[in-house]
Structure formats: structure tokens, C-alpha cells
């Protein structure tokens, strides 16, 4: 259905959420529509946040919220969903939108087969009553659902419309971009002729991708990367755990803006830890760019600073290739806590490809890569 269509049906005006291929028509009409709007719009660092915003709207307003998200980020509104919006707690409505990754009967990532499989079956025992749009849905039935879900609505219960592939389309064209001139596939490529053979965490997405294509690309064994498929801004934390338990070897993570915004949490327990051998590198191009080019608040945020309040020993930007190969070599001669924003383009190849190895595959590798160090 078209997607302008489902929001003249919802009829709510305050959208929040995290954005999602699968709800890649939803973002762009938003984008179009109001850009990034405190009023109307808010792109949240996670998606407990976003429902903490939509309930938060709603005290104010007393009007019903949308909070969009893909189904791996069920998680992350278990809590706020369970204890704050319940009706048996406060009792506040909202309306989400979740795109449908790893659907039963339709090839997929790894990372997303079994979020597939719970996603009905999550919000259903939260008490969440659902509804699925796939791309023979008339816009009569999402009509006829949403009438029922008023009703729940208005016993400050919650309601989800589940996104299949290609169940929202949008006409309009929206382009994301930024000044930098970096191009982040060549900066992964230098910092990976850096690190060697040194362990190697990669964030989700593009990045990941990139990193193994090099790897493929020269040759080389990809045992030296732990590529992080899923579990979108916990990277860093894998990083800290191997640096940690690998005090004898350099430690490299090699981070998203979206992924780190998403638990910054973790940057203040890596800095009070402050592990003599761990690199974390920042790849910041302002978008959550795997799932469609949407920015994140990376763009306006200090990330240096924030490193450095949080403990870390060494942190700097770099937004050119003198300056990155500068800092990476520093930072391995360092020998101390590092942190490296490198500021980037939005856009990578349209024939990117993906890892030809199993995640199982990756672990077993990575884990055998590990046991030559102390």
C-alpha cells in the first residue's frame, strides 16, 4: 500500500523511531514530509528511546504516538514496554510500525531468522495486538484494523502493524549526503593494512561487508575479524571483552555512528575499564546508511569529547587520509586506550557484497585466530 495512505489511516502526528530497509518507504515519506521535526519527527538513538519519546509525547499531548523500528529492536522496547506504556502501569497508547526482517519463507541475513520467527509472537505476549501488511493488503483491510485498534487504543493499550518486503511503497525521492570527502570503504581498507594481524571487532552492517570484501579481495585470512552480523551497537563491547581477556594483543573496533549512538552507555564502561590495548575507531558519516541513508545526531554530536569524558586516553578526529594514517599509526604505537573518529561520505558500491562465511563459521575462526595471543 502506499505509504501515505497507512499515515492518513493512523491519523497520528508525531512520528519517532529508528530507521529500517524493510520500512525504507516510510522513512523517505517522513523525510519528505518533515525532515527531522521535534515536533513531528525525531530519529532516536534506540528504540527504547524512541518509545520512551512517544510516551513522553503523549503525557504532554494526550495524543496517540508512532514509534517505527525494524523487529530486531523489539528488545530494546521490551522494558519500556512492559513497565512504562502497559495499561496496567501508566496506560499509554502507541501505534508501531515494524519491519519484517527474516520472515518465515524468505531468504535472509543470519542475524535476522530467529528475530523473524518471534516477531508475532513478541509483541502478541506483550499484549500487543498486530496486524500484517504485505504488498497484496488493501488499504479497506489496514482501515478495518486500525478501527480495532482505536479500541485498544483507547484503554491505553498498544497496537502493531508488522511490515512485510515490499508491503509500503513511497514515490517520492529523497537524497542523503554530507561535506566529507572520505570515502569509508578506502578507510577501512587503510586501517585493516594497519592492523595487521591483529583481532579486529567490525560493527553490523556495510561496514562488516567491506571489511570482508578487502580481506577476500588481498587474500588474506579472514580469522583476524569478528564480524558483529546483528546485535546493532554492542560492538564495542565485544571489543572490550577480547581486549580484556587479550591483554597481550592489540585490540581494534572498528564502530558505525549509528551503532555507537544506539548504547553509548558502553563508552563510559570502556574508558573506567581503560584497557591499555584497545583501538576504537568511529566511522562517522551522520546516517544510518545500511538501512537506507537516514541520518543519525552524529552529525551535530562530539564524539571527541565525549570519549575523552568517558575515560578514554587518546581521542581525535580525522576527516582526510594524512590524517587517519597519522592517528592509526599513533594509536598502535600508543600503547594506551585510543579513540579515532573518522568523519566519511554516506554512500557505498551498489555491488557491495556480503560475507560468503556462516556467522557460526566466523566465531570458530576468529576464536582459533585468538588462542596465538595472551
Known amino acids: 500500500m502506499k505509504t501515505e495512505k497507512l499515515f492518513e489511516i493512523i491519523g497520528s502526528e508525531f512520528y519517532s523511531g529508528v530507521p529500517d530497509s524493510r520500512l525504507k518507504a516510510l522513512c523517505n515519506f517522513l523525510m519528505d514530509k518533515y525532515g527531522i521535526d521535534k515536533n513531528h519527527h525525531i530519529i532516536a538513538a534506540n528504540e527504547g528511546n524512541c518509545l520512551a519519546l512517544a510516551a513522553g509525547y503523549h503525557l504532554a499531548t494526550g495524543k496517540v504516538p508512532v514509534v517505527y523500528m525494524q523487529n530486531s529492536g523489539e528488545g530494546n522496547i521490551i522494558n519500556p514496554l512492559a513497565s512504562l506504556v502497559n495499561d496496567k502501569v ?21 542475524q535476522h531468522i530467529y528475530q523473524g520467527i518471534v516477531t508475532e509472537k513478541l509483541m502478541q505476549d506483550m499484549d500487543v495486538k498486530t496486524f500484517v501488511i504485505g504488498k497484496d493488503t488493501t488499504d479497506e483491510e ?43 570503504e578506502e578507510v577501512i581498507k587503510h586501517i585493516a593494512a594497519v592492523t595487521g594481524s591483529d583481532p579486529v571487532i567490525s560493527t553490523t552492517g556495510k561496514i562488516s561487508r567491506e571489511l570482508f570484501e578487502y580481506r577476500t579481495e588481498k587474500g588474506m585470512d579472514h580469522g583476524t575479524d569478528f564480524l558483529t552480523v546483528g546485535s546493532m551497537g554492542h560492538c564495542s563491547s565485544i571489543a572490550l571483552g577480547v581486549a580484556l581477556n587479550k591483554p597481550g594483543v592489540r585490540v581494534w573496533c572498528i564502530d558505525g555512528d549509528g551503532a555507537a549512538l544506539m548504547h553509548m552507555g558502553a563508552m563510559a564502561v570502556i574508558g573506567t575499564n581503560a584497557p591499555s590495548n584497545l583501538i576504537h575507531i568511529v566511522i562517522n ?21 565525549i570519549a575523552k569524558a568517558c575515560g578514554y586516553k587518546r581521542a581525535v578526529s580525522v576527516s582526510d587520509m594524512d590524517s587517519l594514517d597519522s592517528e592509526l599509526k599513533s594509536a598502535k604505537d600508543a600503547g594506551e586506550l585510543s579513540f579515532i573518529e573518522v568523519k566519511c561520505q554516506v554512500g557505498a558500491r551498489p555491488d557491495l557484497g556480503r560475507p560468503t562465511t556462516t556467522a557460526l563459521e566466523n566465531k570458530e575462526n576468529f576464536m582459533r585466530h585468538l588462542e596465538q595471543f595472551t
Do not use: C
Open 90 to 110: 501508566y496506560a499509554i497508547p502507541v501505534v508501531f510500525i515494524i519491519g519484517w526482517r527474516g520472515e518465515p519463507g524468505i531468504h535472509d541475513e543470519p
Open 142 to 184: 489496514v482501515n478495518k484494523a486500525m478501527e480495532t485498534f482505536r479500541k485498544e487504543l483507547a484503554k491505553g493499550k498498544q497496537a502493531a502493524f508488522i511490515i512485510r518486503e515490499g508491503g509500503l511503497s513511497f514515490d517520492g525521492k529523497v537524497k542523503y549526503d554530507n561535506n566529507y570527502s572520505l570515502n569509508r
Open 285 to 305: 558519516n551522520g546516517a544510518h546508511e545500511t538501512v537506507g541513508g537516514m541520518p543519525t545526531v552524529a552529525g551535530s554530536v562530539d564524539l571527541v569529547s
